[in-house]
């Protein structure tokens, strides 16, 4: 893992490097790039993949205690990731946290080239569904989050609606949910991270102007939905796509949220396929996913 020492404090990501078109990806709350894993090893002999760990709860360096660790704030902070590398033209690609849709809306997205969005938060749906809520609630109460996570020690309760069972269809392999969860179970530091971020939702007309602001998106952009979602509704990504200029739809079949999980390598494919063959493509079209 490499490190990139921004104003919030250090960050780690893996790059593996290469000369391909660089792609950027970028994962939700309590997770660590391993989302990626699967997706990552049959991109990376075409693609240069740039894998950061957000400080969303799965981090390891806990950020400085003035932080700003808003839904906002981490978005900036993965401009300011993209500016300390110098990527150019980067195909940034997110899947459950929706916040960097606030780079578009802020004017930030000066290097990005091309976005996928596959199921994530978007519009008013921050948190997302019933386990957002649920988080939302814990990090309200005093020890809250420490509490939340405590339970997920307990692997029957990862399985829940109201934690992660929703999340994906297939068991995430439990050695690395626990890589993901150590970090809030062993830090305080990591939990107080957490709880800035949870808590730090923008207001709901915020969070519309976010999704308005796509309308000037003027690149390539393809959305990549669940069409199973219990937590993203599918008709979140139906809206994206229809708001992108550029926007085109692929619905994942036997999915939940996290696609990188249940399908990587479906989704793989159609990343490879929009990066190196037509990315730019100006034709806006809805196109169902296939095994």
């Known amino acids: 893992m490499a490190e990139a020492d921004l104003s919030a404090g250090t960050v780690?990501?893996?790059?593996?490097?290469?000369?391909?078109?660089?792609?950027?990806?970028?994962?939700g709350v309590a997770m660590d790039g391993s989302?990626?894993?699967n997706v990552v090893e049959p991109l990376r002999s075409d693609v240069r993949c740039v894998v950061p760990t957000l400080p969303l709860g799965?981090?390891?360096?806990?950020?400085?205690?003035d932080a700003d660790l808003s839904v906002a704030g981490?978005?900036?902070l993965v401009?300011?990731?993209?500016?300390?590398?110098?990527?150019?033209?980067?195909?940034?690609?997110?899947?459950?946290?929706?916040?960097?849709?606030?780079l578009v809306s802020e004017g930030r997205d000066e290097r990005i080239g091309r976005l996928v969005i596959t199921s994530c938060e978007a519009f008013d749906n921050f948190p997302p569904g019933v386990p957002g809520r649920n988080l939302y609630a814990s990090a309200k109460l005093p020890g809250g989050i420490g509490l939340a996570f405590k339970l997920l020690k307990l692997k029957p309760m990862r399985r829940l609606p109201v934690t992660w069972g929703w999340m994906t269809k297939r068991p995430v392999p439990h050695e690395v949910m626990d890589a993901w969860f150590t970090p809030l179970w062993t830090s305080g530091e990591i939990r107080r991270d957490l709880r800035k971020y949870v808590l730090g939702v923008p207001p709901k007309s915020e969070l519309l102007g976010w999704a308005?602001?796509?309308r000037d998106f003027d690149r390539p952009a393809l959305v990549v939905w669940a069409a199973e979602d219990k937590v993203m509704p599918p008709?979140?990504?139906?809206?994206?796509?229809?708001?992108?200029?550029?926007?085109?739809?692929?619905?994942i079949e036997d999915s939940y949220?996290?696609?990188?999980?249940?399908?990587?390598?479906?989704?793989?494919?159609?990343?490879?396929?929009?990066?190196?063959?037509?990315?730019?493509?100006?034709?806006?079209?809805?196109?169902?996913?296939?095994?």
């Open 235 to 251: 008709e979140h990504g139906r809206r994206l796509a229809e708001l992108l200029p550029e926007g085109r739809l692929v619905e």
């Open 79 to 102: 401009a300011e990731f993209l500016d300390r590398l110098d990527l150019r033209d980067v195909t940034l690609v997110m899947s459950d946290w929706g916040g960097a849709l606030a």
């Open 74 to 76: 981490v978005a900036r």
């Open 12 to 27: 780690e990501y893996l790059d593996t490097g290469g000369e391909g078109p660089v792609v950027v990806l970028l994962h």
């Open 35 to 37: 989302l990626w894993r």
């Open 257 to 291: 949220t996290l696609i990188p999980e249940d399908r990587p390598a479906e989704l793989s494919t159609h990343i490879r396929s929009f990066v190196l063959d037509d990315g730019g493509a100006s034709s806006r079209s809805r196109d169902r996913g296939e095994d």
């Open 212 to 214: 308005e602001k796509l």
């Open 58 to 65: 799965g981090h390891r360096r806990p950020m400085r205690p």
